[in-house]
């Protein structure tokens, strides 16, 4: 069989469809699945930030994967290739999380880790039939199979070959984990992996590493979503990492500050930059959330630890939320800047299908927006209690213009972590490339993250 596997890209608030030129990674899902499919199939991947979907693709089967706002144009592209007699299988978190709603845009549903039916599913469709929805389990991380990194979809070779920018500015994709242990209500990653949380063997870790240096790659970002999940085992990776000397950056909870050693094993094995979500600094928000490890009347000391190692934090952080009033803003804005937080990643709160936290706001009838495709970092989607929806946006977007202006962004860069200087001018280009995009395209607020 033909088949195409897309990577849908989502709408913006002007109904364009989000498209670049250029990205500094790329996700593993697509090279993945085909390095699954058996070799007597044709496989193609389009990654439609970059590639335009042939409309009029000859293919067999399309399979398409999605995660928040791709959602709609999953399934529009789902609708579409369906209706010309084409194949269709959906996956991906999102539609793990609404399996029954994904079903009618498609000939087949991925619920769970596509390992270990993929090759089912394209027998049965091979064969004229299919199951509908395909459950499956956990797959044991060492039997992912190693991918071709010449398939990444978003990696640009010629220009990885050609330019010392480029290759400094292009993050290698691996991952080490998945799943997460903690509990947080909003989480759709909690959601979907039930709270699990596994590791590959170091051995596997290392075998990418060292394909990835042997094509001249030394910047790699673990695409994890809590790389320390398990302490010791990631404590294991980062001693085996240091001889490697690569660099690397990641997502984190607040906690990797409160190991020494491993904290001080991150740095000495590469980490040059941590995505962190501090979410809020009120902590009857976060016990709302369920995330009581975070400690707001730590963070100053936590963060504080983390940069003395050298390592640039980038901050996400929730804004109108239940115990969020006007006061928050300003007081949001004073904490990124008296802890020198590098880059900051602001989101107005998100009830994702299948979590708690939707549960929780549906039956309270306070979710204002049905459309996924408009589940972005920057809608206003609930009903805050203690502001107005008008008051929250104004509030986020003045925020967001403070914290990338140019005093803002000085306040927050200077003095820079000591080491890794070089580290330091990349994110403050990344600053003002983000001051000048959003003065630019003023409607682009809740989008950049």
Known sequence: ????????????????LLRTTRYWTSGLTLATLKALTPLRHQVRLVDELFADVDLDDDCDVVGIGAMGPQIKRAYELADHFRSRGKKVVLGGPWVTLTPDRSLQHADAVVSGEAENVWTDV?????????????????????????????????????????????????????TFSRGCPHP???????????????????????????????????????????????????????????PEKIKWASQSTINIARDPELLDLAARSGCVSLSI????????????????????????????????KGIQVIAL???????????????????????????????TPCPYPGTTFYDEMKAEGRIRDDDWGNYTYGAALLDPIKMSVEEMMQGFQATYKQVYSLSGIAKRMFPPPKGNYLETLGYLVANLKTHQYLHKHPEAWGTIS
Not at 2 to 14: F, G, K, M, N
Request: with cysteine; net charge positive; aromatic share 12%.
């Open 122 to 174: 394209l027998d049965d469709l091979e064969a004229g039939r299919s199951k509908g929805l395909y459950r499956s389990g956990w797959v044991d991380m060492d039997r992912i199979p190693h991918i071709d990194y010449r398939d990444l979809p978003l990696l640009k070779w010629d220009a990885f070959r050609t330019s010392r920018m480029y290759r400094m500015y292009f993050h290698w994709p691996i």
């Open 277 to 308: 979500g501090l979410e809020t600094t009120e902590e009857t928000n976060l016990r709302q959330l369920k995330k009581r490890f975070n400690r707001p009347f730590l963070f100053a000391d936590d963060l504080a630890k983390i940069r003395a």
């Open 317 to 347: 952080m929730m804004v109108g939320l239940d115990h969020d009033d006007m006061s928050s803003f300003d007081k949001t804005l004073r904490f990124l800047t008296e802890t020198k937080c590098s880059l900051v990643k602001l989101f």
């Open 184 to 242: 947080c209500s909003f989480c759709a990653v909690q959601t979907f992996y039930e709270r699990t949380y596994r590791t590959r063997s170091v051995a596997a870790v290392l075998e990418d590493v060292r394909t990835i240096k042997s094509y001249g790659g030394r910047k790699i970002l673990f695409l994890d979503d809590n790389p320390i999940g398990h302490p010791e085992r990631a404590k294991e990776l980062f001693a085996a990492l240091i």
């Open 1 to 16: 069989m033909r088949i195409t596997l897309i990577s849908p890209s989502h709408y913006l608030a002007d109904g364009k």
